[in-house]
Structures are given as C-alpha cells and as structure tokens.
C-alpha cells in the first residue's frame, strides 16, 4: 500500500512533540483542576496522543467533564497537518471546576491510516486499552468559549473549548 501526500509545508517529529507537548500540559491541568485523573493517568493517556500523531493516526481528541453523566465543560483538540499559517498560543485557560462524583471522558478519532493492521502494530506501543466509543461529543448542550492553536511548522492542534 502507497500513500501519496502534499502540503505547502512540512513538519517533523520534533515539531508534533512541541504541539503535543502543548496539549499534554492543558490535561495535566485539567487532571488536577477536577482531580478527576490522577497526574499519571493524564500521563498515560498523553502518552498514548503522542504515539497516534507521530505515525499520523491522530484525527483528534476531546475530553469532557461530566457529572452524572450531564456535560459541564469539553475542549476538543482537531489535528491540523497545513496549520503553517496559523501563530502558536501558550497552554493554559483550562482550570475546571472541581465537582463531587465528576469524571473525565477522553474520546480520540484516527485518520483513515489507521488500518487494521496499523491497530495490531500499534496496540503494543499503548499505554491505555483504547475501546469503541458511541458517545456523543458534538457537545451541543454547551457553548463554545474559545479556544487556541498550538502549532509547529506546519503541524498543529487546534483546540475549542466548551462550557456550560
């Protein structure tokens, strides 16, 4: 199988470990704000988002804050591979609130490169036992509150928060 891509820039590892590195410091404050995760779990799951995008089967992520089983905020992390044009933001804005009997939801999407056999190769590299998600993230119960661009060359994430 051959895969043909083009973009009017390019990016390398280096630069998705500067993006992912943005994104691993908003949830490790978001593990600690809601202390719904522990510091080593949003690690492992951080983990994880770094292996996906550096073999480029990142789509995006999102995580919400739930309390039985109601939305109260969400930020959402799109994988943008010709982000070039976009300025980088710093980490930060995402202190939530910490709520008896919340829990955290992460949900990530691949590209279409993540074929079956890209699964099988990939799994041993996971920290996390990733499984089938039907939940609805279009969060659509919330309002869109901002956001920022974390961006490398031309790799970057571009997040959108939510809240109540």
Do not use: C
């Not at 996906?52 to 992390?77: C, H, M, N, P």
């Not at 829990?103 to 279409?112: A, E, G, Q």
Request: aromatic content about 10%; cysteine-free; proline content about 1%.
């Amino acid at each position: 199988m051959s895969q043909t891509r083009t973009a009017s820039t390019t990016y390398t590892t280096t630069d998705i470990e500067n993006v992912v590195r943005r994104m691993k410091a908003d949830l490790a404050m978001i593990a600690d704000s809601t202390g719904a995760w522990t510091a080593q779990q949003a690690a492992d799951y951080a983990y994880d988002i770094e292996v996906l995008a550096k073999a480029g089967y990142l789509a995006w992520l999102d995580i919400t804050l739930l309390q039985s089983g109601i939305e109260l905020k969400a930020v959402r992390f799109n994988v943008d591979t010709d982000a070039g044009a976009l300025t980088t933001s710093r980490p930060g804005g995402v202190l939530w609130p910490r709520v008896s009997g919340a829990n955290l939801r992460i949900v990530i999407s691949y590209t279409d490169a993540y074929t079956s056999e890209a699964q099988e190769a990939t799994r041993k590299k996971l920290k996390i036992g990733w499984t089938t998600s039907y939940d609805d993230t279009s969060h659509s119960r919330l309002n869109s509150s901002g956001g920022r661009n974390y961006v490398s060359n031309a790799y970057g994430m571009l997040r959108k928060d939510w809240a109540a």
